[in-house]
């Protein structure tokens, strides 16, 4: 069954993250083969070219590379270095924006620690 597609970013970056999921949760180990531009054009029903462009961001990247005539791999060290930059968003992303938060309510930072210790069972 075709996933649905996230109307709020561009095909082509929902394709990088999807293959930067894989390498995280392991779907796609370092040196493993990456599915094709083609397999993600004839999933998505998208044109080739669109495929392509979300494959290039992670060459770009050095998560992925080519060998020319096989196809794109996983780069080694790839999934350490995914690690670090969703790391880095998830701190920009989540936790400044939720301490920025927590000072205009007057929320201390010993509050926010205990609130995110009970796992957000309520008040």
Do not use: W
């Not at 979300?54 to 080694?76: C, D, P, S, T, W």
């Amino acid at each position: 069954m075709k996933e649905l597609i996230d109307d709020s970013k561009p095909i082509f970056v929902q394709i990088a993250e999807r293959i930067e999921n894989d390498i995280i949760s392991g779907i796609l180990p370092e040196e493993s083969q990456a599915p094709s531009t083609n397999q993600f054009a004839t999933h998505y029903q998208i044109n080739p070219a669109t495929a392509a462009k979300g494959v290039n961001l992670l060459v770009e990247e050095g998560i992925l590379y080519k060998k020319r005539g096989i196809g794109m791999f996983v780069a080694e060290g790839s999934r350490e270095r995914l690690l670090q930059k969703r790391k880095g968003e998830f701190f920009e992303q989540y936790v400044e924006a939720m301490l920025r938060e927590a000072e205009k309510l007057a929320i201390s930072r010993e509050e926010v620690i205990e609130m995110i210790a009970r796992g957000g069972k309520g008040q």
